[in-house]
């Protein structure tokens, strides 16, 4: 009877895996990377996960934060916080309350499409969806919210398409 593949191979040492790379490897999966900075920032090595977010404020699970309440305690006793980076909530309620740029954006059909529409009808949706260049033979309130969703998206090209119009109108 032959012997096991793996039984074989055991003693032999292999030249092609770099053993430092791979140990580095699973020292990374040990401690994985924390993506908030500022909870990155202050956390400390030596304390635990939990130990860790108590210190910051924050907690690890919805289990235990909100007390539940007896029918026999009639009084309710403040939770005991002890806070020692306090600091750490604050930034994170600083980066939340930023209001960055809209994501929104219509293609560049829906934006041929709208300008053509506007360009030839105005605000009369019914008109617009009797045009033959309504392809997909949109009814006017479907018109009507691509228009509306054309406004919110670019604000200012629509008030220079607009504008452009007019001047064209009145010359």
Known sequence: MGKIKKSRNRGKFDYNKNKKKLKKKMRRKDKPQIECPQIRKAWDEHKTVKQNL?????SLGTKGMLPIKNSKETESKPAETNVLKPYVIEAMEEEANLHGPGKTTCSTDIIEYVQYMVKEYNEDYKAMARDEKNYYQDTPKQIKRKVDFYKRCHPKKYA????????????
């Open 54 to 58: 108590k210190d910051m404020g924050l």
């Open 160 to 171: 220079a398409f607009i504008a452009s119009l007019q001047s064209q109108k009145s010359s």
